[in-house]
């Protein structure tokens, strides 16, 4: 099966200017999420949808973070304006289900640089 | 608030030599564990999960050991080659949603 599918694979802006990337999970895949990996660090989960609904975006930072999965298939993550400490690699994954304990597949990742 | 802490950051053995990876997580009521490999600028991939109804699972040369009581759950790598060099994160479910919460990472550094 195809993989998760994610672009781009990179993007450098100035800070206060805005972005988006771009998510297509594996098909039938029901969950979908978007992680935040700094330099050093494990993934740290921004939102998480069933279907096209959210789970979980207790960790957005919602006055510059949004996110869309409109459709319940492809998904969208936008950050206006984007500050300095933003600059991360932006995973996403997808898994079958609502329980956890199905695999997540990650995507390869969109690596922004905020200049 | 929930936690993950993974050790050490950093691990260099002598390829044959085992490693062994550790975390500790907050929540009791944690049920799912899985390990996940990155290599440089790559994704990450799933080497192997544990749920909480088990307390050991193998696959090859790999391994996991979940202690619930203590709240711990251990990598083990035994017969030690070049390729398995990566980061390595542990995670644990956590949260009302059951989401999947990472350690920070160790790089395993397996010298030839």
């Known amino acids: 099966e195809a993989g998760v599918a994610q672009s781009p694979r990179y993007k450098i802006i100035e800070k206060r200017q805005s972005v988006a990337f771009w998510c297509n999970p594996i098909?039938?895949?029901?969950?979908l999420y978007w992680y935040q990996q700094i330099l050093g660090q494990g993934p740290k989960l921004l939102i998480q949808f069933q279907n096209n609904g959210v789970v979980d975006d207790s960790q957005l930072p919602k006055d510059r973070f949004s996110a869309e999965r409109l459709k319940g298939v492809d998904s969208t993550l936008k950050i206006q304006p984007a500050k300095l400490e933003d600059s991360a690699v932006y995973l996403c994954?997808?898994?079958?289900?609502?329980?956890?304990?199905?695999?997540?597949?990650f995507g390869p990742g969109t690596r922004l640089t905020v200049l | 608030g929930e936690n993950v802490e993974q050790h050490p950051s950093t691990l260099s053995v002598q390829e044959g030599d085992s490693a062994v990876i550790k975390c500790t997580y907050s929540?009791?009521?944690?049920?799912?564990f899985p390990w996940y490999k990155q290599e440089l600028g790559k994704r990450p991939q799933l080497i192997i999960d544990i749920r909480s109804n088990v307390g050991e699972k193998k696959d090859q040369r790999i391994a996991v050991t979940l202690n619930k009581t203590a709240k711990h759950f251990s990598l083990h790598i035994t017969e030690t080659q070049p390729e398995d060099s990566a980061v390595y994160f542990c995670?644990?479910?956590?949260?009302?949603?059951?989401?999947?919460?990472f350690g920070s990472g160790t790089q395993l550094t397996v010298l030839p």
């Open positions: 994954a997808s898994n079958r289900g609502q329980q956890t304990y199905n695999e997540q597949f």
């Open positions: 098909s039938g895949h029901a969950t």
């Open positions: 929540d009791s009521a944690s049920n799912y």
């Open positions: 995670a644990a479910s956590l949260g009302s949603a059951r989401q999947l919460t």
